[in-house]
């Protein structure tokens, strides 16, 4: 094993005990467990080809390579976890997006493994992915490491105007935005879904299917930015909780693989306390809200459409209109003005959405007054099919559905004189956007709905408290 890795060894050796203390999974000791603390998850548009983060990216990516497939610590393998057309289908093999409820947690799971693997491979003990801040509007283009054609880091499959440094759309930082306003865990997940989505169409190539997605470099730091989404959305309190009293999201179980290449299973509740459970933080993050999973779970409140639009239709490569309140639904206006007394958010439920193939485009959504021209007053996010609504996907297929917030739509406008508009986007920046889209298959959506966004039921303080201390004990 690496030199410096032995001596941080020797430094922890009396001190070091398994990052994950009385969780569920199990496999070798955690190879993080000897970096002298929480290790730093940096911003990949800050670094340069040089920076030792990337240094040993590349290094570890040549060495997976050179593994067998077989091998589950072979960059083949890792990237058929999250999905692959091998008809082999060994263990773990298509385990992405089986049930959209862990969407964040799985990724959570898988990245941190990966993470761990990259270390031993790169040599480098304290090695962690960095993230790639799309949200920014300066570091919207893919960044410039990735985008050099003699480096490992590099995709030739991209689309050639993402790997010549053409800049994603600033909608997409605007639609995660938008998502931080709401309250609801599964509502929140679902909302930035829609950018991340997004960022793997317009990325595309590899990136732009479930089943090649993870054999782009890139797609590790990209979703190094969907989990800091998780932290950034629970920092901001307000009631905000993942969903760690749900029996079925705290239970489910899903094996990975370790740094030695050994099945390891993880449960949500090993995944909710990133910095004290997996040993990593955010660079420029707050302070991570720390949650426990309490002893006895408890159920989650059912989300119950207040307004509901179930006349199946079509989205294509021009504009689409609706009205938000149908007219036979009229007479739900008063509950609509009730639920938006009360306290919680108003969201916008696009559901049971499907397409025979990939459509290649993305869709902006907007509410505004009958026959307004869409705007940034108007945008309320933006979603593509990636992980769901993919009849071509064979594993563990369901349609997509995306929530928006509408608090702000609705501020100033009569919910019923307001119309709902689906506008068909290429995911670049202006004017590389305005390029014909070129839809390759149409897309149906079958409802749409208004829905209350309110926090979930409080967790038990004395209980968490107790948990905190007895973690901290340990």
Same mark, same amino acid.
């Given at each position: 094993?690496?030199?410096?890795?032995?001596?941080?060894?020797?430094?922890?050796?009396?001190?070091?005990?398994?990052?994950?203390?009385?969780?569920?999974?199990?496999?070798?000791?955690?190879?993080?467990?000897?970096?002298?603390?929480?290790?730093?998850?940096?911003?990949?548009?800050?670094?340069?080809?040089?920076?030792?983060?990337?240094?040993?990216?590349?290094?570890?990516?040549?060495?997976?390579?050179?593994?067998?497939?077989?091998?589950?610590?072979?960059?083949?393998?890792?990237?058929?976890?999250?999905?692959?057309?091998?008809?082999?289908?060994?263990?773990?093999?298509?385990?992405?997006?089986?049930?959209?409820?862990?969407?964040?947690?799985?990724?959570?799971?898988?990245?941190?493994?990966?993470?761990?693997?990259?270390?031993?491979?790169?040599?480098?003990?304290?090695?962690?992915?960095?993230?790639?801040?799309?949200?920014?509007?300066?570091?919207?283009?893919?960044?410039?490491?990735?985008?050099?054609?003699?480096?490992?880091?590099?995709?030739?499959?991209?689309?050639?105007?993402?790997?010549?440094?053409?800049?994603?759309?600033?909608?997409?930082?605007?639609?995660?935005?938008?998502?931080?306003?709401?309250?609801?865990?599964?509502?929140?997940?679902?909302?930035?879904?829609?950018?991340?989505?997004?960022?793997?169409?317009?990325? +595309?190539?590899?990136?732009?299917?479930?089943?090649?997605?993870?054999?782009?470099?890139?797609?590790?730091?990209?979703?190094?930015?969907?989990?800091?989404?998780?932290?950034?959305?629970?920092?901001?309190?307000?009631?905000?909780?993942?969903?760690?009293? +749900?029996?079925?999201?705290?239970?489910?179980?899903?094996?990975?693989?370790?740094?030695?290449?050994?099945?390891?299973?993880?449960?949500?509740?090993?995944?909710?306390?990133?910095?004290?459970?997996?040993?990593?933080?955010?660079?420029?993050?707050?302070?991570?809200?720390?949650?426990?999973?309490?002893?006895?779970?408890?159920?989650?409140?059912?989300?119950?459409?207040?307004?509901?639009?179930?006349?199946?239709?079509?989205?294509?490569?021009?504009?689409?209109?609706?009205?938000?309140?149908?007219?036979?639904?009229?007479?739900?206006?008063?509950?609509?003005?009730?639920?938006?007394?009360?306290?919680?958010?108003?969201?916008?439920?696009?559901?049971?959405?499907?397409?025979?193939?990939?459509?290649?485009?993305?869709?902006?959504?907007?509410?505004?007054?009958?026959?307004?021209?869409?705007?940034?007053?108007?945008?309320?996010?933006?979603?593509?099919?990636?992980?769901?609504?993919?009849?071509?996907?064979?594993?563990?297929?369901?349609?997509?559905?995306?929530?928006?917030?509408?608090?702000?739509?609705?501020?100033?406008?009569?919910?019923?004189?307001?119309?709902?508009?689906?506008?068909?986007?290429?995911?670049?920046?202006?004017?590389?956007?305005?390029?014909?889209?070129?839809?390759?298959?149409?897309?149906?959506?079958?409802?749409?709905?208004?829905?209350?966004?309110?926090?979930?039921?409080?967790?038990?303080?004395?209980?968490?408290?107790?948990?905190?201390?007895?973690?901290?004990?340990?």
């Amino acid at each position: 094993m690496d030199a410096l890795i032995g001596r941080r060894r020797f430094l922890k050796a009396s001190a070091a005990t398994s990052l994950v203390a009385g969780s569920s999974f199990f496999g070798a000791p955690a190879f993080a467990d000897f970096a002298a603390g929480p290790t730093i998850r940096r911003n990949a548009s800050t670094m340069t080809a040089s920076d030792p983060i990337l240094v040993g990216y590349r290094r570890a990516i040549q060495r997976m390579r050179a593994l067998a497939d077989t091998n589950p610590c072979s960059w083949f393998y890792q990237a058929a976890i999250h999905g692959t057309l091998d008809p082999r289908n060994l263990q773990s093999w298509n385990t992405c997006h089986t049930d959209p409820t862990f969407f964040w947690a799985w990724h959570r799971m898988y990245l941190y493994f990966f993470e761990r693997i990259v270390r031993k491979q790169s040599g480098m003990y304290d090695w962690a992915i960095p993230f790639w801040d799309w949200t920014n509007p300066a570091q919207r283009a893919l960044p410039a490491p990735f985008r050099d054609s003699t480096s490992s880091l590099f995709d030739g499959t991209r689309n050639a105007s993402i790997n010549s440094g053409t800049p994603l759309s600033t909608s997409l930082g605007t639609s995660i935005a938008n998502a931080m306003t709401l309250l609801d865990y599964f509502n929140t997940q679902s909302s930035v879904s829609g950018p991340h989505g997004t960022v793997h169409i317009t990325v +595309n190539g590899n990136m732009h299917d479930v089943t090649s997605a993870a054999l782009d470099p890139i797609f590790y730091v990209h979703h190094s930015e969907v989990d800091r989404q998780w932290n950034q959305w629970l920092a901001q309190g307000g009631g905000r909780t993942s969903p760690v009293g +749900n029996a079925t999201w705290r239970n489910s179980a899903y094996t990975f693989f370790d740094e030695c290449c050994a099945p390891v299973r993880m449960r949500g509740c090993d995944v909710v306390r990133a910095a004290r459970q997996l040993s990593y933080s955010y660079e420029g993050e707050p302070p991570q809200v720390e949650q426990y999973c309490p002893r006895i779970p408890f159920n989650i409140r059912e989300i119950v459409p207040v307004i509901q639009w179930r006349r199946p239709f079509m989205l294509r490569d021009r504009p689409v209109r609706l009205p938000l309140v149908p007219p036979e639904q009229r007479n739900m206006l008063p509950r609509l003005a009730e639920a938006a007394r009360g306290g919680g958010n108003l969201a916008l439920r696009v559901a049971g959405i499907e397409a025979d193939a990939q459509p290649g485009i993305s869709w902006e959504v907007h509410v505004g007054p009958s026959g307004f021209t869409p705007g940034p007053a108007s945008f309320v996010g933006i979603f593509a099919l990636f992980g769901a609504g993919l009849k071509t996907r064979r594993n563990h297929y369901h349609p997509a559905d995306f929530v928006f917030p509408l608090n702000k739509a609705l501020a100033n406008g009569d919910p019923a004189r307001m119309e709902v508009q689906f506008v068909p986007v290429s995911g670049l920046a202006e004017p590389a956007g305005r390029e014909r889209l070129a839809v390759r298959s149409s897309v149906s959506v079958g409802e749409v709905s208004v829905v209350v966004d309110a926090p979930m039921p409080e967790l038990p303080r004395d209980e968490q408290e107790q948990l905190r201390r007895l973690e901290r004990s340990q």
